[in-house]
DNA sequence: GGCGGTTACTTTTGCGCATAAGTTGTACGC
DNA sequence: GCGTACAACTTATGCGCAAAAGTAACCGCC
């Protein structure tokens, strides 16, 4: 790898000349020394050593995408298909921006920490992590951070966080229910808080605003785990007389679930009907096709990187973005009098 | 971020004695000198400052993961589930071996080089790439490679090679197909190159040990693209009736060519057998359960982490490593006469 | 009792870069 | 023709670390 000063020995000049032909300093370098340097650059294919110039400037151009992994049924966050293109939509925002991107997943919030200090890392993009686990990181790490769908109050105090309009996407989807002439619609979800908690308000709502009572009976907990999944999804199956239509807070657990009644001889959506949340694959290819809420998980991505970046520009953005989302009717809801 | 210097001040000695309490370099430093420092250390949580590591060192301690994207139906290959669990497993085994995990995902091979390049990374793995991509790339790049899927003789003259036995995998599976009665087997691919040439061969041996002649009018093209995507399912539903089975080289493409089919009211398995290769999500969900090849993806990456910290570590590896697979036995296939 | 060997350090150097500070040369005003 | 201003450079310094080279004290030994 050719330097700087190597560069400056061939053309006879000092390594501060090229420096600063290189970051375009204007009016400090004659144009004929800067073609001359441009030029030779080119012939070179001069890259500059990152680590050298890290260490002058104090900076490292690092973005971190930290991903707490679960342990659970598909053993970890990872293999949900969600993921791969929420960092998809990461990657290519940073590339285009020139900063790189280093992706962390563990569950050690510690361990995370002492990743971003060892590289300097400019700022961290959070996915996954519970509430607490953002508000710990930023005490310690005094740069920007930008969460996505981790959201409370205690939690934008101290972070940005990049999330949907969930309450909003669920009470679409429950309306729509309700339109469909269904009265005895399920929750079902594997935990109270978050993302979830907002849904949960949506779906509350919905039915509030149709005159239609909530019963906390018709939370349905899913158990991810793989030692529990098979027994939480045997019991909701059991109690799937009870209702019309189950709404899942994902495409993944709907699906599953929609798994789970076909193989105890129970017809979606002749029997029952089943809506999902999120859009992905999983529900497109499958027969009957989901009917969901649609969000755009590659523009999540986009956004909680397009945000951090202005952030490090020294640019204000609102602490709380909301993505839209909208309702995918395909065939899992019969319309029932 | 406290520095070398700074303790070395406030502990009232060199930065090398410092440095050599830090690297555990025995017998140069009296144990009471080393058990003050590592005091010190600890309770101001040290954490080394990489970048001036790297400038020193000449290395970098990153692995770079590159993934080439493709353009098809799912925008690109990271919307497979596939891609995030090898992601998984490559991240889990590099962190582990204190070494770091920087992804690009590029179609472009010069801007993967210039990355590479700029920070220095001290070995490079290679998945979706054309094995042109990985020659081009080795030509310019002198540190260890080691590519997922991309095998040719020409390739593993420049790098190593992690997959499958493909060709006894594809053969396993026809050959049962066969047993169950099926003589009028088509192929199911986008290509005829790399692991699906290899799966194509696997396929042509079966056939003939079953003394079946082989056809190429067997081979079923699929174009990923989103704009003909749709005409060539049609086209392939439209033969249907001319085979008994179909072997798709991936569960995607048979879920996918299962949901056509189903659209078209041709029933899976009664009018026709489909299956599948890579054993994931979305065959496993998929009701009738998909018959499919099963790989094991993290063990993937994980393999190809290992060969390549081995060879960062300055021991040989075998330049082709072969994972086995094992044939899935679900619903999607019907015994006939 | 001078010399080699060892222990436990310190001083110095350099990795490649950015930049502050210093040095020319020259045009211009008065 | 002298001071000033400015363009176009160069020299010197430091980022934090690792490691080569240097030093000083001490020990044993022929």
Redesign the pocket.
């Known amino acids: ?8 020995r061939q053309l ?6 090229v ?2 032909v ?2 375009g300093k204007a ?8 073609k001359k340097v441009e030029e030779f650059l080119k012939k070179v294919d ?8 890290n ?4 900076e490292s151009k690092i973005i971190g995408l930290a991903l707490k992994a679960r342990a659970d049924k598909y053993e970890n966050l990872i293999m949900d298909p969600f993921v791969s293109v929420l960092i998809g939509g990461v990657e290519e925002t940073i590339r285009n921006a020139g900063y790189f991107m280093m992706l962390y997943i563990s569950s050690d919030t510690d361990e995370i920490m002492r990743h971003v200090s060892t590289w300097n890392v400019d700022g961290l993009i959070l996915f996954g992590m519970l509430n607490d686990d953002g508000i710990r990181v930023s005490e310690k790490y005094k740069k920007p951070i930008v969460c996505i769908d981790t959201y409370s109050l205690e939690g934008l105090k101290h972070f940005t966080n990049v999330g949907l309009d969930d309450e909003q996407g669920t009470y679409d989807m429950i309306k729509y229910l309700i339109s469909q002439g269904h009265k005895k619609i399920a929750f079902l979800s594997d935990n109270q808080s978050g993302v979830d908690l907002a849904r949960l308000n949506g779906y509350k709502k919905a039915l509030k605003d149709a005159g239609i009572k909530y019963k906390s009976s018709n939370f349905l907990q899913i158990h991810p785990k793989s030692d529990e999944i098979d027994e939480s999804l045997a019991e909701i199956c059991d109690r799937s007389k009870e209702f019309t239509a189950i709404f899942c807070v994902s495409d993944l657990y709907a699906v599953t679930l929609i798994s789970a009644l076909t193989d105890r001889g129970i017809n979606v959506p002749e029997e029952i009907s089943i809506v999902g949340f999120d859009d992905n694959m999983l529900g497109q290819l499958h027969r009957p096709a989901l009917t969901t809420v649609h969000q755009d998980v590659k523009a999540k991505g986009i956004t909680a990187a397009d945000t951090l970046l202005k952030q490090l520009a020294g640019h204000k953005t609102p602490n709380q973005i909301k993505l839209p989302t909208h309702l995918v009717i395909r065939d899992t809801v019969r319309k029932i009098n």
């Open positions: 790898m050719i330097t700087i000063k190597e560069i400056a006879n000049m000092s390594t501060t000349t420096s600063n290189i970051h009016g400090e370098v004659s144009d004929d020394t800067k001069y890259v500059p050593n990152i680590n050298a110039r260490l002058a400037q104090n």
